[in-house]
T-cell receptor, first 116, second 112 residues
Framework: ETGVTQTPRHLVMGMTNKKSLKCEQH?????MYWYKQSAKKPLELMFV???????ENNSVPSRFSPECPNSSHLFLHLHTLQPEDSALYLC???????????????FGPGTRLTVL | KQEVTQIPAALSVPEGENLVLNCSFT??????LQWFRQDPGKGLTSLLL?????REQTSGRLNASLDKSSGRSTLYIAASQPGDSATYLC???????????FGTGTQLKVEL
């Protein structure tokens, strides 16, 4: 149990559907992240939130829309996805002190997304 | 742009063997380096975090070293067990913000 939970664990959706992924961290952290893991490719950072403010958007298409209502919850809203968006979507959190020493990131179990 | 490479891509060893996994990165201006373990279809479990000012970290049978100037890190696993079978990922934090750049991982299989 890592302290970071994600729901749903598996999701199958059509290209015209709208769905949302949810992440919750129980570690009291102030930073949250979305990553995408595709087959045979390194994990890619998608979004970073610090104190509920988005500080990083790694050139992610607008069909992915993040939302961070508070420092414990992070959502990823999905609409009109493509089959190539099928991947494992991982959420992480950390306590970002803002100094030179960057702190350990803790990951959730991921949501396995399949787009038909 | 930071690039992280892990060698070998896959490794199969008999139980009890000591082994070394390698990670290299192109930009030595890192804040820290983190080793993770990922079981099939699962999320990542953090194993060790080495800050840029440190040379190594140890946790149980695991020892990670960091040579920042040469852009290298190694993960040493002593007395390997079948339960160690997993994919091991190396990631570095570079630049502003707490952004991790990952390697593609080493898939380890420890056989009885």
């Amino acid at each position: 149990e890592t302290g970071v939970t994600q729901t749903p664990r598996h999701l199958v959706m059509g290209m015209t559907n709208k769905k949302s992924l949810k992440c919750e961290q129980h570690l009291g952290h102030n930073a949250m992240y979305w990553y995408k893991q595709s087959a045979k490719k390194p994990l890619e950072l998608m979004f970073v939130y610090n104190f509920k403010e988005q500080t990083e958007n790694n050139s992610v298409p607008s069909r992915f829309s993040p939302e961070c209502p508070n420092s414990s919850h992070l959502f990823l809203h999905l609409h009109t996805l493509q089959p190539e968006d099928s991947a494992l979507y991982l959420c992480a959190s950390s306590q970002d002190s803002g100094g030179r020493a960057r702190n350990e990131q803790f990951f959730g179990p991921g949501t396995r997304l399949t787009v038909l | 742009k930071q690039e992280v490479t892990q060698i070998p891509a896959a490794l199969s060893v008999p139980e009890g063997e000591n082994l070394v996994l390698n990670c290299s990165f192109t930009d030595s201006a890192i804040y820290n380096l983190q080793w993770f373990r990922q079981d099939p279809g699962k999320g990542l479990t953090s194993l060790l975090l080495i800050q840029s000012s440190q040379r190594e970290q140890t946790s149980g049978r695991l020892n990670a070293s960091l040579d920042k100037s040469s852009g290298r890190s190694t993960l040493y696993i002593a007395a390997s067990q079948p339960g160690d079978s997993a994919t091991y990922l190396c990631a570095v934090t570079t630049g502003g913000g707490n952004k991790l750049t990952f390697g593609t991982g080493t898939q380890l299989k420890v056989e009885l």
